[in-house]
């Protein structure tokens, strides 16, 4: 391309040169001279054009022969660049794919642990609800062992004081002798049955320690249950801590197990805190001297005889009232306090509408634990009953 527009040029001129050198031949002798002249400079102006035309044909080769090298170099180059990403992603791939099957092994490990915490909450609530089943048993044996032992208690107190009346109204009244033998005998039989209850009372007693130290046991191997389960939960968050994005709905459901085993130790220290004090106000709770216990309550047959509203008075003054019977244990009680004196008074009237009985505490009476039509045989007297007379009060307080 570059020697192209200079041969084009002088061929240009050899081809005026030889159309003159043409028409000088009609006017020069010397015609064909110039004519042969003229076809040797055309063979060699041929030669020079075939020259020129071959190497203007290598220019063009060796310019197509660079623009394929450099572009053959650019392939190469963009060949070893893809080659290279191809190879960044064959490795990225394979990272991908070991993360994926390390992060699976990680999740399908969290899975069988959150089972395995989904297993033991399950196996605490059991526990729990059957430790407060037991709980409950024992409460109900306790109280049911506390009123046994009140009452053979107050019965133990009230047959001595009888006994002693007794022996002392013997010396005093030679008299009443053969009933005194009866009552004696009676005392000797109620003494018998006080021995069968008692020793009764000590197998109970018995019975209740080994429930507790069952239930002991029970705790026990509650609170080793509960110090795992911590151990797990602990576990399973430091590995949270590294699968956070597949563990999120894995990581809520431990949340939640991990509330129902606070609930469930919350639960057992409440159980073992209720146990505790109500052991505790057991020991704690006492009457006063002179006092008789039943239950939760403490009674108390005065001295002096005085009327029915001068008795209520004289046990608010001491912070109590005339006794409510308001239960067949209860009723039990009261007829052997009785017992010590020939009547006493209790808080049943109809002063305020007559034949409209009512308690000291306001409550109707509803119940009765006595026969039909016959509340004058009990030993302790109503308000309405004997309301002319005098006689012991008998307080109660709660």
């Not at 030889?18 to 031949?25: R, T």
């Not at 197509?64 to 450099?70: A, E, G, P, Q, V």
């Not at 509203?309 to 067949?328: F, M, P």
């Amino acid at each position: 391309k570059r020697h192209f527009p200079t041969a084009a040029v002088c061929l240009g001129l050899l081809c005026v040169l030889l159309l003159g050198w043409i028409i000088g031949l009609f006017f020069d002798r010397e015609f064909l001279f110039s004519l042969k002249h003229s076809s040797s400079s055309r063979d060699q102006l041929q030669t020079s054009y075939n020259t020129l035309t071959k190497e203007r044909e290598q220019d063009q080769l060796q310019t197509s022969d660079n623009t394929l090298t450099k572009e053959r170099d650019q392939l190469q180059t963009r060949y070893n660049t893809l080659t290279k990403e191809r190879d960044q992603l064959q490795t990225s791939y394979n990272t991908l794919t070991k993360e994926r099957d390390q992060l699976q092994t990680s999740s399908n490990t969290l899975t069988k642990e959150r089972d395995q915490l989904q297993t033991s909450n399950n196996i605490l609530t059991t526990e729990r609800d059957q430790l407060q089943t037991s709980y409950n048993t024992l409460t109900k044996e306790k109280d049911q062992l506390q009123t046994s032992n009140n009452i053979l208690t107050t019965e133990r107190d009230q047959l001595q004081t009888s006994y002693n009346t007794l022996t002392k109204e013997k010396d005093q009244l030679q008299t009443n002798y053969n009933i005194l033998t009866e009552e004696r005998d009676q005392l000797q039989t109620s003494y018998n049955t006080l021995f069968a209850e008692r020793a009764q009372l000590q197998t109970s007693s018995n019975t209740m320690t080994a429930e507790r130290e069952q239930l002991q046991t029970s705790n026990n191997t509650l609170t080793k249950e509960r110090d795992q389960l911590q151990t797990s939960n602990n576990t399973l968050l430091a590995e949270r801590a590294q699968l956070q994005t597949s563990s999120n709905t894995m990581t809520a459901e431990r949340e939640q197990l991990q509330t129902s085993n606070n609930t469930l130790t919350k639960e057992r220290d409440q159980l073992q805190t209720t146990t505790e004090r109500d052991r505790i106000s057991e020991t704690i709770f006492m009457c006063p001297q002179g006092w008789k216990k039943l239950g939760s309550s403490c009674y108390y047959v005065s001295t002096e005889y005085k009327s029915w509203e001068e008795s209520r008075q004289d046990c608010r003054n001491r912070g109590a009232d005339l006794v409510v019977i308001n239960s067949e244990d209860k009723q039990t009680f009261v007829n052997w306090l009785c017992g010590v004196k020939n009547y006493v008074w209790i808080g049943l009237t109809d002063s305020a509408t007559e034949g409209s009985w009512k308690w000291v505490d306001d409550t109707p009476l509803n119940t009765t634990y006595w026969n039909s039509g016959q509340p004058d045989s009990m030993c302790c007297f109503s308000y309405r009953y004997w309301n002319s007379g005098q006689s012991d009060s008998m307080c109660c307080f709660s």
